[in-house]
């Protein structure tokens, strides 16, 4: 294959003039729909399903935007256009999801049709970020460059965008519908916890193949994903797709919207019989019609820009040398970076979790910042990630040194990730009109309670997940200590769930007692926290004490009165 970056954008795939043509369409087509509602022709019922379609929430306070960014891949033009959006459109700020998008949280309706057309100026848009659809397939925040990566997802991430989008028969599915992809044999993008979950790994002659696991999910049901197939062949990917995705269609209940997910209906039919009907389907399919042929696979790789990766033969001895001179760039490249598979690069995740922070809040000048910092150190290549960070992929590693003070400069050097300070929150009951506490001040007190770099580090690997209801936005359920906002007679309440794991010791975390006033969370936690130091033994991390001794040792901490 040849290099091609001097006509693609590196990382994400080129659009082409038939995906610009439909996206402007699509533009005049919604600018036409909130003209008739601002007109009034059309009532907030009537324009309610026109305007999801388009990824517009009506919220507690305003209107809320949610832009795709596929499988987190963005460009820097296209962060550039974020951050004019934020500047022109909303407070200043955009909102980094756990679903690798972008929500703008003060949206006015009349903006709307100039917002959408300038994310379409750099071939963004929003459609297929809400409803029940099939939703923005998510993928390894270090795809095409991890070190232990198999075989790159972003490619099949790709086609089953181009499969799912607009897809006719599934554009009324019973509810939402949500695809992970991994290429790597560790699970970064929690497969476990998807309606569909894929592992990609090359098979017989190199090709790709699957394992495919299903009706995993969180919300007031959380579900692990069991494996409904494994070696699928990248041939049969689609039709196979699509034949569990007519089955839930057919069979998901459409009467009650809490068991309309695929999850229920996997676990009402057995996975047995799920399966016996998935192949029963996928028999009856016209399977040339879906195929996916190398040459097919060949095309869609072809429009991805590929990043020339040299570096000079000393790189590493530079940042090695740049890390013993440095102390605090040291602790950053120990936290904040990734093994890239070329040895003189690394990757980089930018934490977008301050001490005191809102997590996955982005001012418009950070985002100008990350823009220019990808231009300048990563081929202007961006990736968000599902724990609301954003990665720079492919950096030199001699090179290292000044970026970190650029990101240090920006407030964008905060060395915490994986530790106690990237938290997981949902915006909770400061936008959310479904939530019943608010999450995000819950996870600022935190932050700052735990801003020491020296104390995070020697706490560990320890993931704080926390969401304002039931519906685990903030994949409480997946957090080593989960935090699940309620409501008692009015009050802010925290209930606290402890073992919780997206990776590949995935589980669900486990309640651990009655939930604790708004005012007493962040104490319990701390003294959870300062139980888990003195009971854990050499090289252990929070969620090893805590599968080795259960939750009885840690739940004298938290109620014991301070
Ligand atoms: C503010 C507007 C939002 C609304 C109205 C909303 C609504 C919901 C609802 C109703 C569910 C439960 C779905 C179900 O299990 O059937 C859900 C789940 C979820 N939401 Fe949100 N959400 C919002 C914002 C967010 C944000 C900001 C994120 C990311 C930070 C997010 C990520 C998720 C995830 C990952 C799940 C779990 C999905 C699963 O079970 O597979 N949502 N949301
Ligand atoms: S978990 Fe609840 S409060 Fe948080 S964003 Fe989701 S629906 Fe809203």
């Not at 695929?262 to 016209?286: C, H, P, S, Y």
């Not at 070329?342 to 005191?356: A, E, L, R, Y």
């Not at 600022?444 to 735990?450: G, N």
């Amino acid at each position: 294959m040849s290099t091609n970056t001097a006509t693609l954008p590196v990382g994400r795939y080129a659009y082409d003039q038939i995906d610009r043509t439909f996206l402007s369409q699509r533009v005049a087509q919604f600018r036409e729909q909130v003209n008739r509602r601002i007109a009034g022709h059309l009532t907030e019922d009537e324009f309610k399903p026109l305007r999801l379609m388009n990824g517009l929430y009506l919220q507690l306070h305003a209107y809320m935007l949610r832009v795709a960014i596929p499988y987190g891949m963005l460009g820097a033009d296209q962060m550039r256009a974020l951050a004019h959006i934020a500047r022109t459109y909303d407070r200043d700020y955009g909102h980094f999801t756990t679903r690798q998008n972008m929500q703008f949280n003060w949206i006015r309706l009349e903006d709307t049709p100039d917002i959408l057309e300038r994310l379409a100026d750099v071939d963004m848009h929003a459609i297929q970020t809400s409803g029940n659809c099939i939703r923005n397939v998510t993928c390894d925040e270090f795809a095409g460059a991890a070190a232990d990566e198999l075989l790159d997802p972003r490619i099949h991430a790709e086609i089953l965008r181009q499969w799912s989008t607009l897809h006719p028969e599934f554009a009324f599915l019973p509810r939402k519908f949500k695809i992970a992809i991994s290429g790597s044999p560790q699970d970064r993008v929690a497969a476990r916890f998807h309606d569909i979950g894929l592992v990609a790994r090359p098979g017989p002659q190199g090709r790709p193949v699957f394992d495919v696991f299903v009706g995993g999910g969180l919300g007031r049901t959380p579900i692990i994903g069991v494996l409904l197939r494994d070696n699928l062949p990248e041939e049969d990917l689609v039709a196979y797709l699509e034949a569990i995705v007519r089955v839930y269609n057919a069979y998901g209940r459409r009467d009650n919207m809490y068991k309309a997910r695929i999850k229920i209906l996997v676990q009402a039919l057995g996975v047995e019989t799920f399966r016996e009907k998935v192949d029963a389907e996928f028999a009856l399919m016209n399977r040339a019609d879906y195929r996916l042929e190398p040459d097919i696979v060949a095309g869609i790789r072809a429009r991805f820009g590929i990043p020339a990766l040299d570096a000079p033969a000393d790189a590493a001895d530079t940042l090695a040398a740049g890390r013993k001179a440095d102390p605090a760039f040291d602790r950053w490249v120990r936290t904040n970076t990734h093994p890239h598979r070329h040895p003189g690069f690394t990757s980089v995740v930018i934490s977008i979790k301050p001490d005191g922070g809102i997590p996955g809040d982005v001012t418009a000048d950070q985002m100008d910042v990350i823009a220019d910092l990808a231009d300048g150190w990563s081929f202007g290549e961006i990736r968000v990630t599902h724990m609301q960070n954003v990665v720079l992929g492919h950096v030199r590693k001699d090179r290292l040194h000044e970026l970190w003070r650029r990101l240090v400069a920006a407030g964008l050097g905060t060395p915490n990730i994986g530790l106690v300070g990237d938290i997981i929150a949902c915006p909770g009951l400061d936008y959310c009109s479904l939530a019943n506490a608010r999450s995000i001040p819950i996870a600022q007190k935190l932050s700052a309670r735990f801003a020491s770099p020296e104390l995070q580090e020697r706490i560990g690997r320890l993931h704080i997940n926390i969401s304002g209801c039931i519906n685990a936005c903030g994949h409480h359920h997946a957090g080593h200590i989960g935090i699940l906002g309620v409501d008692k007679r009015g009050e802010e309440f925290f209930q606290l769930t402890l073992g919780g794991s997206a990776g590949n010791d995935v589980a669900i975390g486990q309640i651990i007692g009655p939930a604790l006033p708004e005012d007493e969370t962040v104490d319990a936690i701390a003294r959870l926290i300062d139980a888990y130091l003195v009971l854990r033994t050499e090289g252990e991390q929070f969620i090893d004490t805590y599968r080795r001794l259960g939750a009885a040792s840690f739940k004298d901490a938290v109620y014991a009165s301070a």
